[in-house]
């Protein structure tokens, strides 16, 4: 009797005991599940992207004027490294990193290509067929082939020869070289009411995009033109390859310069090319070209300049797009035509946009200061104009005219 009751109780307890487990197991399982789904929504919350360029903006002002922080921001400083924002003792959003004099607020990707895309609009170097490269440091080794003559070789050295059977190989190597991009600093800071910033931060959106990126657009190009190389990138119209070609008349732009520009661009990179002028070229360039003195003239202008009146972004000259900017030099002055293959200035992007405030700087006038912050860099992919096989004068992927003789 004794041993059946202890069994009884023994089955009893084991039961208990089975049934306490499962209750403590679902019970932990139903916990462990609800903090992962909590963990899951705080990692999707942080996750969020900006609904608009001024939403970004609007945080950017709560973190570093109410300290309120935004796990959606990320701080990038000038030697790459990233933080978050975090919460001091105070309550007070922070950054795990601290802050520098050149860093900012990465641009959300989303946001940053609706600026490039609306810059691109305005912008006549990179959406042309300029070769971008990312710069994972602050410089940049390019390999290019120096190459400044091919009248007794090709490719800077390479020689090949028609060779007779049992005879001696002879010797070629071409003469390699590099080009070096340093990554430049272009900054700009613009400033908005405190009223404005908070009233209409999210209606601000398609303003500030547009005027922000055509603002970035025109800095960069100008650059890309002029630029002197020092502190900045080095342009088109100042590089040591680019083919100058003299004007024939001081006013005005005639077949004949158009036809001694052509001449002077590669064979290899007529296919790429792009015509650039300045706007005011453009009344030269119908009355000009199409009231040549000759009927000679006037046929080969009519061939040569594919006018189009219902686009005129869609104009041709020598079956290559004619852009018709500010940026080249004023009519009839240095610069003012170029004829340039893009596709051999090379562009290193080290740091996209970033961007960060201040309230201090314009605190007595209620003003929020945005500074903007990119670094990049820009050359010629080739060192010099070539002498060609045959013939005496030098060409280049880059042409521009010059003022008469």
């Not at 939403?55 to 935004?70: A, F």
């Not at 978050?84 to 959300?108: M, R, W």
């Not at 082939?145 to 028609?162: F, L, M, P, Q």
């Not at 083919?243 to 590669?266: A, E, H, K, M």
């Amino acid at each position: 009797m004794q041993d059946a009751l202890d069994a009884s109780v023994k089955q009893i307890e084991d039961t208990l005991t089975a049934n306490i487990k499962g209750a403590v197991d679902v019970q932990i399982k139903e916990a462990l599940s609800a903090k992962a789904e909590a963990e899951k929504k705080e990692a999707d919350k942080a996750d969020e992207k900006f609904k608009s360029f001024g939403e970004y903006l609007h945080s950017i002002v709560k973190m570093r004027r109410d300290g309120v922080p935004d796990n959606r921001l990320t701080y990038l400083d000038s030697k790459g490294n990233l933080s978050k924002p975090s919460v001091n003792a105070h309550g007070k959003a922070t950054l795990v990193e601290g802050t520098d004099s050149a860093g900012g607020f990465i641009v959300p990707t989303i946001q940053n290509m609706a600026i490039i895309n609306e810059g691109l609009e305005s912008a006549i170097i990179r959406p042309n067929g300029a070769f971008a490269v990312p710069m994972v440091s602050d410089n940049l080794s390019y390999p290019r082939v120096n190459e400044t003559n091919r009248t007794a070789s090709v490719k800077g050295g390479i020689v090949a020869y028609w060779q007779g059977e049992g005879s001696t190989y002879t010797e070629s190597e071409p003469v390699f070289g590099e080009i070096k991009l340093t990554a430049k600093k272009l900054m700009g800071y613009t400033k908005i009411s405190d009223e404005l910033m908070a009233d209409s931060a999210i209606s601000l959106d398609p303003f500030l995009r547009r005027e922000f990126a055509e603002a970035w657009a025109w800095f960069e190009d100008i650059a890309f033109l002029r630029g002197t190389g020092s502190g900045q990138p080095l342009g088109i119209l100042n590089a040591p390859c680019l083919v100058s070609v003299t004007r024939g008349d001081t006013d005005d732009t005639i077949l004949q310069d158009i036809v001694n520009i052509w001449s002077r661009v590669s064979v290899a990179s007529r296919s790429k090319a792009v015509w650039f002028m300045n706007h005011e070229n453009l009344p030269k360039m119908i009355l000009n070209m199409h009231a040549a003195n000759t009927v000679t003239n006037t046929y080969g202008a009519q061939m040569l300049w594919q006018q189009n009146i219902y686009d005129p972004v869609k104009s041709q000259i020598f079956g290559r797009p004619v852009i018709f900017t500010e940026k080249m030099g004023a009519q009839g002055t240095v610069g003012d035509i170029g004829c340039f293959d893009l596709s051999r200035y090379l562009i290193g992007d080290r740091q996209g946009l970033t961007i960060d405030l201040s309230n201090q700087v314009y605190w007595t006038t209620g003003h929020i200061a945005f500074r903007f912050t990119e670094r990049v860099d820009g050359q010629p992919m080739v060192g010099s104009a070539i002498t060609p096989y045959k013939g005496s004068a030098t060409l280049s992927p880059f042409v521009s005219i010059t003022e008469t003789s």
